[in-house]
């Protein structure tokens, strides 16, 4: 195997029934490390590709469809593995099709993906999805609903993978040829650099051509800035970088980001300067305007030092998402829109993401904090 460490068993909740607690989940493995243990069992190296084939393009659950599969190699399979994807706790459907999903994990810690829709020119609908990699975060960014529900643990490859098989499953998305799911986002719950182990695997996994088949040009991760797994995700190449600034300054960004900025603003950005870019690639910074905190005319100035400073770089501005109970206010529209102004006149892109989806929580985190409440309300 490529990967010393074996994959989990990660059955689904109906496990314990079924006694599949002692099956492999086939999700946990990467191509290679499927060919592996193919070949440990005597199977050759094209049995995995079809195996792969089944699980990622034609999204089997279980093997007595896999037709160009041996009887005997499918009764193997069943009694030694299985292919367990989480089970969908709740879906909400926001007014502008933004679709939150909140998924039970097999041991039933729950994390949430978003389907987000865009129209392309011809008037087709596409989707984005932004993708969890940790039951919730360490990082304590005190404007994130994950943030405030503190670290949990990592999510598996298979864990981090499965988001996309729930999806495609949705969107009834079956032809890998013609994918509506076009762009994968990791913006979900959770900070990818701290899980970068299992971010990797899950990268490499989605540029397999006989998967999932997603080229890193259709990958965005971001990040509050770890500089070990910064490090890492440069000299992979697996992937675009967005970076979650939100503040201009160290002692704004303490404020706001406090895990996060225990690595000072500064040589983060000093580390940006020197990170190995694709081709016509431009790193993202991601700047959340909230309400009188760090949405002000000195801000701007400030954040436009910090842009100039960062060759290739760019900004999405993204409007605050309300979350109640939170010290924090959206911005107005006004603000917003001077803010927006101030970047422009100093000749710099910055676009207006308005947050989608803000009537069903979409917000990072937001979903799971509510359903945890009602939960407890309902105790
Ligand atoms: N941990 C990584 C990846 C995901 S964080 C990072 O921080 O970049 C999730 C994203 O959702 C971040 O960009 C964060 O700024 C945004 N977010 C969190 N709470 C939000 C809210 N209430 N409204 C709008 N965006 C929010
Ligand atoms: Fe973690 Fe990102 Fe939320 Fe900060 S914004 S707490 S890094 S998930």
Not at 185 to 194: D, N, R, Y
Not at 204 to 231: H, M, W
Not at 337 to 353: C, M, P
């Given at each position: 195997?490529?990967?010393?460490?074996?994959?989990?068993?990660?059955?689904?909740?109906?496990?314990?029934?079924?006694?599949?607690?002692?099956?492999?989940?086939?999700?946990?493995?990467?191509?290679?490390?499927?060919?592996?243990?193919?070949?440990?069992?005597?199977?050759?190296?094209?049995?995995?590709?079809?195996?792969?084939?089944?699980?990622?393009?034609?999204?089997?659950?279980?093997?007595?469809?896999?037709?160009?599969?041996?009887?005997?190699?499918?009764?193997?399979?069943?009694?030694?593995?299985?292919?367990?994807?989480?089970?969908?706790?709740?879906?909400?459907?926001?007014?502008?099709?933004?679709?939150?999903?909140?998924?039970?994990?097999?041991?039933?810690?729950?994390?949430?993906?978003?389907?987000?829709?865009?129209?392309?020119?011809?008037?087709?609908?596409?989707?984005?999805?932004?993708?969890?990699?940790?039951?919730?975060?360490?990082?304590?960014?005190?404007?994130?609903?994950?943030?405030?529900?503190?670290?949990?643990?990592?999510?598996?490859?298979?864990?981090?993978?499965?988001?996309?098989?729930?999806?495609?499953?949705?969107?009834?998305?079956?032809?890998?040829?013609?994918?509506?799911?076009?762009?994968?986002?990791?913006?979900?719950?959770?900070?990818?650099?701290?899980?970068?182990?299992?971010?990797?695997?899950?990268?490499?996994?989605?540029?397999?051509?006989?998967?999932?088949?997603?080229?890193?040009?259709?990958?965005?991760?971001?990040?509050?800035?770890?500089?070990?797994?910064?490090?890492?995700?440069g000299e992979s190449g697996l992937a675009f970088l967005a970076i979650s600034l939100h503040a201009p300054t160290q002692e704004l960004r303490q404020k706001l980001m406090p895990g996060a900025a225990r690595w000072p603003l500064e040589d983060l950005i000093a580390t940006l300067n020197s990170?190995?870019?694709?081709?016509?690639?431009?790193?993202?910074?991601?700047?959340?305007?909230?309400?009188?905190?760090?949405?002000?005319?000195?801000?701007?100035?400030?954040?436009?030092?910090?842009?100039?400073?960062?060759?290739?770089?760019?900004?999405?501005?993204?409007?605050?998402?309300?979350?109640?109970?939170?010290?924090?206010?959206?911005?107005?529209?006004?603000?917003?829109?001077?803010?927006?102004?101030?970047?422009?006149?100093?000749?710099?892109?910055?676009?207006?993401?308005?947050?989608?989806?803000?009537?069903?929580?979409?917000?990072?985190?937001?979903?799971?904090?509510?359903?945890?409440?009602?939960?407890?309300?309902?105790?």
């Amino acid at each position: 195997m490529q990967d010393t460490q074996a994959p989990q068993a990660a059955p689904d909740s109906t496990a314990a029934d079924s006694g599949l607690e002692h099956r492999i989940n086939l999700l946990e493995f990467t191509l290679p490390e499927l060919k592996d243990w193919l070949a440990g069992l005597g199977h050759p190296a094209f049995r995995a590709v079809q195996l792969w084939q089944w699980i990622w393009q034609h999204m089997a659950r279980d093997f007595d469809n896999m037709s160009n599969i041996s009887k005997a190699l499918r009764q193997q399979l069943k009694e030694i593995a299985c292919i367990s994807w989480p089970e969908v706790d709740r879906i909400q459907v926001s007014s502008d099709g933004t679709t939150k999903f909140l998924l039970r994990l097999a041991d039933n810690e729950r994390i949430e993906t978003v389907l987000i829709p865009s129209t392309s020119r011809e008037g087709n609908v596409r989707w984005t999805q932004c993708l969890s990699t940790q039951v919730g975060c360490a990082m304590g960014c005190t404007f994130c609903s994950t943030g405030t529900m503190g670290f949990t643990r990592n999510m598996t490859m298979g864990e981090i993978l499965s988001q996309i098989l729930v999806a495609r499953d949705y969107l009834h998305d079956t032809r890998p040829q013609w994918p509506i799911l076009r762009n994968l986002v990791f913006m979900g719950m959770g900070e990818p650099l701290l899980n970068y182990r299992e971010l990797e695997r899950a990268l490499r996994a989605l540029n397999e051509n006989a998967g999932l088949n997603f080229s890193p040009r259709r990958i965005t991760v971001s990040t509050c800035g770890i500089r070990k797994g910064l490090q890492e995700l440069g000299e992979s190449g697996l992937a675009f970088l967005a970076i979650s600034l939100h503040a201009p300054t160290q002692e704004l960004r303490q404020k706001l980001m406090p895990g996060a900025a225990r690595w000072p603003l500064e040589d983060l950005i000093a580390t940006l300067n020197s990170y190995p870019l694709k081709t016509r690639e431009r790193i993202t910074f991601e700047y959340l305007l909230l309400g009188h905190v760090n949405d002000g005319p000195e801000q701007a100035r400030q954040l436009i030092r910090i842009v100039r400073s960062v060759r290739k770089s760019k900004i999405n501005l993204i409007v605050y998402n309300a979350t109640p109970g939170s010290p924090y206010e959206a911005p107005s529209e006004e603000r917003v829109l001077a803010f927006e102004k101030i970047l422009w006149d100093a000749g710099i892109t910055a676009v207006i993401r308005k947050s989608k989806g803000q009537d069903i929580d979409a917000a990072c985190g937001q979903l799971k904090a509510t359903a945890l409440k009602e939960e407890e309300g309902a105790r």
